[in-house]
């Protein structure tokens, strides 16, 4: 089954390092077994890290034994759709990769608001 982007065309990879995705399998993709919606796929910055932290979900750790490595600034990570528009009205939102963010994201945001913050608006 093909999954789509928010541009409606294929669904593109998000990164393979570090390695992302709900089932860890590089894309953002959704097949409605992910309550957290891990469908935005993000250039994350400092501060949005440190903004994800504040609210509980710390992503600059390493966990190895979960073989998570910790996220630096430019990574490539698919983020839950709810803590990026907490992000976003908090002014800290970070960078989105449109071509791989799963059409599911715009239950949550405008496609207008994700352009504006795409680093691949078209």
């Not at 992910?34 to 966990?63: K, R, Y």
């Not at 073989?67 to 759709?81: E, K, N």
């Not at 907490?86 to 608001?113: I, P």
């Amino acid at each position: 089954m093909t999954q789509l982007n928010v541009l409606g065309t294929e669904l593109e990879e998000c990164s393979m390092d570090p390695l992302t995705g709900s089932r860890r399998n590089g894309c953002c993709d959704n097949f409605g077994d992910d309550p957290g919606m891990h469908v935005i796929c993000c250039v994350v910055t400092d501060d949005f890290l440190t903004f994800s932290a504040s609210c509980g979900n710390d992503l600059s750790t390493p966990m190895p034994m979960y073989g998570f490595p910790g996220l630096r600034h430019g990574d490539r990570w698919c983020v839950c759709a709810s803590r990026w528009v907490e992000a976003y009205e908090a002014g800290r939102a970070c960078q989105v990769v449109l071509a791989a963010t799963h059409m599911s994201a715009l239950e949550y945001v405008d496609l207008e608001v994700l352009k504006s913050h795409a680093v691949d608006a078209p």
